[in-house]
């Protein structure tokens, strides 16, 4: 089923996107500008979050071997800028929605980076995975402290 009813069924009020260019040319359906459209009419708010905290940062500084560094990316001012936006919508009430572009769970940039920062904050997010089921942050943080990787501390 199309995006827009997937984030309805399950009553998203506002998807917050975080994809930057270049985006999926046989996916029109998806790109930003139609996109906020179709949600529009099913009353769903759509915010553009690419230049807060968008999967390709302009600043270089923030990779490290090739991949963004969840702690050099939370410390930039325009990246804290944008997390406090989602920080504030959770904590308005608004149920809220992440859309990325890498379906690679746990290794997506809102997992890593966004879903991570949140976890940090005591918000547990829910994934919406490939195949339409949910997966708790908390559960990625479990997978990858199987891999090997860092668990970071919560607040």
Not at 56 to 63: G, L
Request: aromatic residues 10%; hydrophobic residues 40%; glycine residues 6%.
């Amino acid at each position: 089923p199309h995006l827009s009813r997937r984030l309805e069924y399950r009553d998203v009020e506002v998807v917050f996107d975080l994809r930057a260019e270049p985006f999926a040319l046989h996916r029109m359906d998806v790109m930003p500008g139609p996109l906020a459209i179709h949600l529009a009419h099913r009353g769903i708010d759509h915010v553009d979050l690419s230049e807060h905290i968008g999967d390709r940062p302009r600043d270089v500084s923030v990779f490290t071997q090739g991949s963004i560094d969840p702690e050099r990316f939370w410390a930039r001012a325009w990246a804290q800028e944008g997390l406090a936006r989602l920080f504030n919508a959770y904590h308005e009430g608004r149920r809220i929605a992440i859309l990325g572009r890498d379906d690679d769970l746990p290794f997506a940039h809102r997992a890593r980076c966004i879903g991570a920062w949140l976890w940090r904050q005591g918000i547990d997010s829910q994934h919406i995975t490939l195949f339409d089921s949910t997966l708790s942050h908390d559960a990625i943080e479990s997978q990858l402290w199987r891999l090997g990787e860092r668990l970071p501390p919560k607040v």
